[in-house]
């Protein structure tokens, strides 16, 4: 029989209850953020039918965080390669006192359709706050995109001119769009976007 010293068993122990019970994710306070973004998609290799376009910028938005409930407003959209629109989304943002300050600023409009509605707005001591994580969604592998080469366009300019606006970093942007040579495969974009966590409501 082999005999383990006292230092040994604690060591055994220790590394039992680590693998035994995995590290819990970091939270992050977060509170919703609405925005109105104008978003046009010039396309010179890839043509979308207008509510294919839609439904390809609704699955993307929601990878990255945004709720349930995207507006997208179609303003110029003729089934080719040129479309101008009005998205509306409400994406998280973390629970900073600045952030939780800029969302509860309400207009003189926004009041006067409150009180129409009979609704109250929120303020910096009622908003409602949720969990988050970080969470990296790469536009290649994500099989629930079911993105393929010719949506390489698309991301490059929602990464240009919306996920600037959203809680989301880059973490590896190698997106090869060729109108010459077609798309070199799946677009090649990876992000940590702040998304709620399972423990959301």
Not at 128 to 146: G, H, I, N
Not at 174 to 199: E, I, K, M, T
Request: with cysteine.
């Amino acid at each position: 029989m082999i005999k383990l010293a006292p230092a040994s068993l604690a060591s055994v122990a220790l590394l039992l209850i680590s693998t035994a019970t995995p590290a819990a994710p970091d939270y992050i306070p977060a509170v919703w953020r609405q925005q109105s973004l104008e978003f046009a998609y010039q396309g010179t290799a890839t043509a979308y039918s207008c509510n294919t376009l839609q439904r390809r910028l609704e699955a993307i938005l929601r990878s990255v965080g945004a709720r349930d409930g995207i507006s997208i407003v179609m303003q110029r959209c003729t089934d080719q390669a040129d479309a101008y629109m009005q998205i509306k989304l409400e994406s998280p943002v973390e629970a900073t006192e600045a952030n939780i300050a800029a969302v509860t600023q309400h207009t003189r409009t926004d009041e006067l359709v409150a009180k129409v509605r009979h609704e109250a707005l929120a303020t910096p001591e009622n908003i409602e706050r949720f969990p988050a994580e970080w969470k990296t969604v790469s536009m290649a592998r994500d099989t629930t995109l079911k993105l393929d080469a010719g949506d390489c366009e698309l991301v490059k300019q929602l990464r240009r001119d919306v996920f600037p606006r959203m809680s989301i970093r880059v973490v590896h942007d190698n997106l090869r769009c060729s109108v010459a040579f077609g798309n070199l495969g799946q677009p090649q974009l990876s992000v940590a976007a702040l998304v709620p966590s399972p423990l959301a409501p």
